[in-house]
Every structure is written in structure tokens, then in C-alpha cells.
């Protein structure tokens, strides 16, 4: 992506990133969400625990949130564009690499690889729409967020396809080839277990997951719109997402058919689909834009952490106590935390 000046165009060649960055999230959220797809045929081909196997594979996400603590400052010394492209080949080659594997330890070498490009791709992507974005930044944001949900919609399903025609080699190496398709967006700049447990098949499955990218897409395009005219705070849109997320999150254990999983599906997309382009926001409404590729950096290195501890945890309770319930009510318990301290920044808000 091109670099620009201090002054922020609100158009013109910002279009373009939009497109990118846009591009960019549809393989670095997808591509993470759909190696969900892959970890019943991984316990299975690799005679291995559930929550080693999750553990395993949370690797690519875990390693796409730390790389922020390194993307950032890279894209200071040496500009946002080569370290786009070195993260596009990375992830990419990971990925590819990752379908010769014969043992876990050189699937989660593999795996860390790609979630290390795709961490590197982020970063560049989100600081250049800070830079092209001003007074419509929150609606900029929010559609290049929205290529998350577009990846979580197309890739899941995809993948399964990919695993069923191909096996899960053919599927991985796929995947890699498509996902150096970031190399060129730097130039211009889960299959639901869950669902599979309780009796869905794995293709329904897939589609309970795209629904969730469909009312992701749909949060991420039009939530900049009611911030940037005002009709909510970008606080107060992330405190009523965080509250439907932990609700939905808590009511799971409930959800036993096939449409109330879509319906938790739907509502939990369109929270997540407010929640992660509204935390940059607020981030840069709190940072300013200086710093804000650190900040970016900083907070994606401790979600990293956060979900490589989930991962690890909510396999370890599958194993043993035989199902999701008590993983989900102890992500939504997390959930309730975040609720409350937003709840508190609100009122300390109210009072400046």
C-alpha cells in the first residue's frame, strides 16, 4: 500500500486499501476460523487428545495475535507494505508446508508459521486506513473489518469442501496457495464442533458457522455508520455487543437444535462482527493515532495469549466432561468481566 501524508484524504487511493485490508481479513480471520474444519481429522489421523489437538491448532491464532507486538514497530522502521508482502508469503508457505506434516510437532511448527504471516498482514492493514480515514474512519474500518465475516462465511464451507474431495492435505496446501494471495494485497498497500457434538452433521455444521459470517459481514459494515453519525458512542456500541455476546456465550449449554444453534450463531457473528473493528476505535480514541500501531500490536500479542489459554482449556474440559457446556459458560463468565469494566468506563465517560 502506498504511504500518505499526515493529512487524512477520507477517499481517493483510500479506496483501494479499503479493498486490501478488506482482502487481507478475509484470509487472517478466516483462514484462523476455518482450521476448525481440520481437528476431528487431526485427533484422529494423528492419535491424539482433543485438547492437544486444539491446542495445536489455536497455534495459528495465538501466533497471528503476539506478531503484533513486533508488526507494529516493523511497519515504523520499514513501512507498511513490506511487511504486508513478508506476511502474505509467510502465511501462506505455512499453510502449504503444513500439508506435508507427519507428526503434530511439525504441524504446529507449520501452523505458527502461518499465523505469524497473518499476523504480520494485519497490522499494516489497519494503520494504513487510520492513515487514508479521518471523519468516515469509523465506517473505513468497518468495512475492512467486514472481510472477516466474508472469510469466515466462504472459508469454512470451502475448506469442508476442500477436505472432503481432497483430503486434508490437499485441503491445507489449497488453502496455503490461496492465502499468498496477501502478498498481493501488501503490494496495493470453523466448522462449529460444538454443533458436530450435539448431532449436526459436519457440512450444517459449516453453515451454522457461515451464518455467523453473514450477520458478521453485516455488523462490520454498517456499525461505522451509527458511530460516525452519532447515533451510539463507539463505547456504547462495544458495551451492548460485549453484553450480547456474553449472553449468548451463557444461554449455549441451552441451545440442543439445529435452529437454536443457527440463532446463537447469528447473534454471537453479529456481535463479534461489532466488537473487534469498535475496540480499534475506541483504541484510537484513547491512543490517538501516533501510537496506534503499538497499541494495535500490544493488544492483539494479549488476545493471543488469551486464546491460546482458551484453546488448551476448552479442550481439556471436552475431554473431560465429554461436551462444550462448561467451556461455554466459562468463556461467557470472561465475557461478563469485560461487560463490567465497560459498564464502569461508561459511567466514568458520563462524568467527564
Given at each position: 500500500?502506498?504511504?500518505?501524508?499526515?493529512?487524512?484524504?477520507?477517499?481517493?487511493?483510500?479506496?483501494?486499501?479499503?479493498?486490501?485490508?478488506?482482502?487481507?481479513?478475509?484470509?487472517?480471520?478466516?483462514?484462523?476460523?476455518?482450521?476448525?474444519?481440520?481437528?476431528?481429522?487431526?485427533?484422529?489421523?494423528?492419535?491424539?487428545?482433543?485438547?492437544?489437538?486444539?491446542?495445536?491448532?489455536?497455534?495459528?491464532?495465538?501466533?497471528?495475535?503476539?506478531?503484533?507486538?513486533?508488526?507494529?514497530?516493523?511497519?515504523?522502521?520499514?513501512?507498511?507494505?513490506?511487511?504486508?508482502?513478508?506476511?502474505?508469503?509467510?502465511?501462506?508457505?505455512?499453510?502449504?508446508?503444513?500439508?506435508?506434516?507427519?507428526?503434530?510437532?511439525?504441524?504446529?511448527?507449520?501452523?505458527?508459521?502461518?499465523?505469524?504471516?497473518?499476523?504480520?498482514?494485519?497490522?499494516?492493514?489497519?494503520?494504513?486506513?487510520?492513515?487514508?480515514?479521518?471523519?468516515?474512519?469509523?465506517?473505513?474500518?468497518?468495512?475492512?473489518?467486514?472481510?472477516?465475516?466474508?472469510?469466515?462465511?466462504?472459508?469454512?464451507?470451502?475448506?469442508?469442501?476442500f477436505l472432503?474431495?481432497?483430503?486434508?492435505?490437499?485441503?491445507l496446501l489449497?488453502?496455503?496457495?490461496?492465502?499468498?494471495?496477501?502478498?498481493?494485497?501488501?503490494?496495493?498497500?470453523?466448522?462449529?464442533?460444538?454443533?458436530?457434538?450435539?448431532?449436526?452433521?459436519?457440512?450444517?455444521?459449516?453453515?451454522?458457522?457461515?451464518?455467523?459470517?453473514?450477520?458478521?459481514?453485516?455488523?462490520?459494515?454498517?456499525?461505522?455508520?451509527?458511530?460516525?453519525?452519532?447515533?451510539?458512542?463507539?463505547?456504547?456500541?462495544?458495551?451492548?455487543?460485549?453484553?450480547?455476546?456474553?449472553?449468548?456465550?451463557?444461554?449455549?449449554?441451552?441451545?440442543?437444535?439445529?435452529?437454536?444453534?443457527?440463532?446463537?450463531?447469528?447473534?454471537?457473528?453479529?456481535?463479534?462482527?461489532?466488537?473487534?473493528?469498535?475496540?480499534?476505535?475506541?483504541?484510537?480514541?484513547?491512543?490517538?493515532?501516533?501510537?496506534?500501531?503499538?497499541?494495535?500490536?500490544?493488544?492483539?500479542?494479549?488476545?493471543?495469549?488469551?486464546?491460546?489459554?482458551?484453546?488448551?482449556?476448552?479442550?481439556?474440559?471436552?475431554?473431560?466432561?465429554?461436551?462444550?457446556?462448561?467451556?461455554?459458560?466459562?468463556?461467557?463468565?470472561v465475557q461478563?468481566?469485560?461487560?463490567?469494566?465497560?459498564?464502569?468506563?461508561?459511567?466514568?465517560?458520563?462524568?467527564?
Amino acid at each position: 500500500m502506498e504511504e500518505c501524508s499526515n493529512s487524512a484524504p477520507d477517499g481517493g487511493w483510500g479506496w483501494f486499501v479499503i479493498l486490501a485490508a478488506h482482502s487481507t481479513l478475509i484470509f487472517r480471520e478466516g483462514i484462523a476460523k476455518c482450521l476448525g474444519v481440520f481437528l476431528q481429522t487431526f485427533q484422529t489421523y494423528f492419535h491424539t487428545t482433543t485438547s492437544l489437538i486444539g491446542w495445536v491448532s489455536s497455534f495459528c491464532i495465538t501466533a497471528a495475535d503476539l506478531t503484533g507486538l513486533v508488526s507494529g514497530p516493523l511497519c515504523q522502521k520499514f513501512g507498511c507494505r513490506p511487511v504486508a508482502m513478508v506476511g502474505g508469503l509467510f502465511a501462506g508457505l505455512g499453510l502449504c508446508g503444513a500439508s506435508y506434516v507427519n507428526d503434530v510437532i511439525t504441524l504446529c511448527l507449520c501452523l505458527t508459521l502461518s499465523g505469524f504471516g497473518l499476523g504480520l498482514a494485519l497490522t499494516p492493514s489497519l494503520t494504513m486506513i487510520s492513515r487514508y480515514f479521518s471523519k468516515r474512519y469509523s465506517l473505513a474500518n468497518g468495512l475492512a473489518y467486514s472481510g472477516s465475516g466474508v472469510g469466515i462465511l466462504i472459508l469454512a464451507p470451502v475448506s469442508q469442501i476442500f477436505l472432503d474431495t481432497y483430503g486434508w492435505r490437499g485441503a491445507l496446501l489449497l488453502l496455503g496457495g490461496l492465502c499468498l494471495n496477501i502478498y498481493l494485497h501488501g503490494v496495493a498497500y470453523i466448522s462449529n464442533p460444538n454443533a458436530i457434538q450435539r448431532g449436526v452433521s459436519p457440512i450444517d455444521a459449516t453453515l451454522i458457522a457461515s451464518a455467523a459470517g453473514v450477520s458478521n459481514i453485516i455488523a462490520r459494515a454498517c456499525h461505522g455508520i451509527v458511530i460516525d453519525w452519532k447515533f451510539l458512542t463507539a463505547l456504547q456500541m462495544l458495551t451492548l455487543s460485549c453484553i450480547l455476546a456474553s449472553a449468548t456465550l451463557l444461554l449455549d449449554p441451552l441451545m440442543q437444535t439445529y435452529t437454536l444453534l443457527l440463532v446463537g450463531s447469528l447473534s454471537y457473528g453479529l456481535a463479534g462482527g461489532i466488537i473487534f473493528p469498535v475496540c480499534v476505535v475506541r483504541m484510537k480514541e484513547v491512543v490517538g493515532l501516533d501510537i496506534l500501531a503499538n497499541a494495535l500490536g500490544w493488544s492483539y500479542g494479549f488476545a493471543g495469549i488469551g486464546r491460546m489459554l482458551a484453546a488448551f482449556l476448552t479442550g481439556w474440559l471436552f475431554d473431560v466432561f465429554g461436551n462444550y457446556n462448561i467451556s461455554f459458560i466459562l468463556l461467557g463468565a470472561v465475557q461478563v468481566i469485560a461487560v463490567l469494566l465497560l459498564c464502569l468506563d461508561c459511567c466514568l465517560d458520563m462524568r467527564r
